[in-house]
């Protein structure tokens, strides 16, 4: 697979990985970035041993854990329901789908990974090899996790 | 959305809206880290150039006839050199961080790669302002030999008022800003592990 190739077909789906991760529209952008350049330079390394789509969510995955050293501290910061960032207003006008990033950022950083990863459809075997975590282990996570934004949706009213 | 009806959540997920993939910024950023990391390469040798050049000059120069001089200047290059040569060696460290492993094993490399860092940092800064101490002192024996000796005492208690100020005051407060950001990565990843399981 040429890498234009994978980076069209790619783009979207880290990018959502990487706004679910932080809730901050540029830094998703700059952090899923910063993915494909790490894959750009690790192509001609890749061996075929995982599927190229398991390649590039562990890549993508990892630059997102790699944020510790940059930020030391992800902001988790929940902002009053009411409040819509300028930014933000511009490039997303749902408030349901505004929550739903938002839970996400406030979960565990692991947790993050895995509930945008089955929301991107991604197998829950191809989750656990990801996140190096077995695959029970994912099914019961992925359960506790919908459980977990389906609670605070309600609290939230919607 | 109705309370008793479960949330789609995926339809959610695909609904935002995402920016269009821009490759002329992606393949400017390639080549700016490209550039970067050659500067990097370039500013670490001319420096070492620079430093072994300068300690040569002083040497043929000034002709030092005493050997506590030449050691002076041995120690002086070696504090120097283990200082660049130490501060590098934490890039190779990163080398043993491969980004398309799991995240439990990109983690666990992580947390040794910081530990490890925090150790050479440490030991490494505590070394050098020994060997460099003690570099200038011997270095600056043989001309302090030739001073009067009310200079020598005023050259000495400057001297010493210096490595003070070094050993007591900026070696911790180095020590102390490297540590104290590395040990809140390490918390943090620990963190992270633990939640995950």
Redesign the interface.
């Known amino acids: 697979m040429k890498f ?1 190739e994978i ?2 077909t790619y ?2 789906k880290i ?2 990985l990487c ?2 991760y932080t809730n901050e529209y540029s830094l998703a ?1 700059d952090m899923a ?1 910063e993915t ?3 894959v ?3 192509l001609p390394k ?1 061996r075929n041993e995982s599927s190229i789509g398991t ?1 590039i969510y ?2 993508a ?3 997102c ?2 944020q ?2 940059k930020r ?2 992800v902001k988790q910061t929940a902002l009053p329901d009411n409040f819509v960032m300028a930014e933000e207003k511009k ?2 006008i ?1 408030p ?2 505004q929550l ?2 938002r839970f996400i950022a406030e979960l ?4 993050r ?1 895995i ?2 990863l089955e ?3 991604v197998k829950q075997a191809e989750i656990a ?5 077995s695959e029970s282990n994912i099914r019961v996570k992925i359960h506790r996790i ?1 459980d977990r ?2 609670k605070k ?2 609290e939230n009213g ?1 | ?1 109705e ?1 008793n009806q ?2 789609n ?2 339809e ?8 269009a ?3 002329q ?2 393949f400017n ?2 080549s700016k ?1 490209q550039k970067s990391r050659l500067k990097k390469v370039i500013v670490m040798n001319v420096t070492m150039l620079f430093t072994a050049t300068f300690i040569i000059l002083i040497w043929i120069y000034f002709q030092p006839r005493f050997v506590t001089t030449k050691i002076g200047i041995f120690f002086i290059l070696f504090a120097i050199l283990m200082m660049i040569l130490f501060t590098n060696k934490t890039v190779p460290l990163y080398k043993q961080l491969k ?9 666990e490399v ?1 947390k040794r790669i910081k530990s490890r860092e925090a150790f050479i940092q440490t030991t490494v800064l505590r070394l050098y302002f020994v060997i460099l101490s003690v570099g200038l002192l011997l270095y600056m024996y043989e001309y302090a030999s030739r001073m009067q000796l009310h200079w020598a005492v005023i050259y000495y208690v400057v001297f010493l008022a210096f490595v003070a100020f070094n050993w007591f005051y900026l070696r911790p407060k180095m020590i102390k800003k490297n540590t104290k ?1 590395i040990d ?2 390490i918390e ?2 620990t963190t ?1 592990k633990e ?2 399981i």
Request: hydrophobic residues 40%; charged residues 25%; aromatic residues 14%.
């Open positions: 234009e980076y069209t783009w979207e990018f959502r706004l679910g952008q970035q494909f350049i790490i750009w330079q690790q890749f390649w562990r890549i995955t990892n630059t854990l790699r510790i050293e030391n501290r490039h997303d749902e349901q789908i739903l990033y565990p950083e692991i947790d990974i509930i945008s929301l991107e459809d090899s990801i996140t190096g975590l919908k934004l389906t949706f309600m919607e | 959305m309370n479960p949330i959540f995926k959610l997920w695909n609904k935002q809206v995402t920016p993939p821009d490759q910024d992606l950023k390639i880290e980004p398309d492993e799991s995240n439990a094993q990109y983690l992580f950001k809140s990565i943090k990843i992270i939640e995950s």
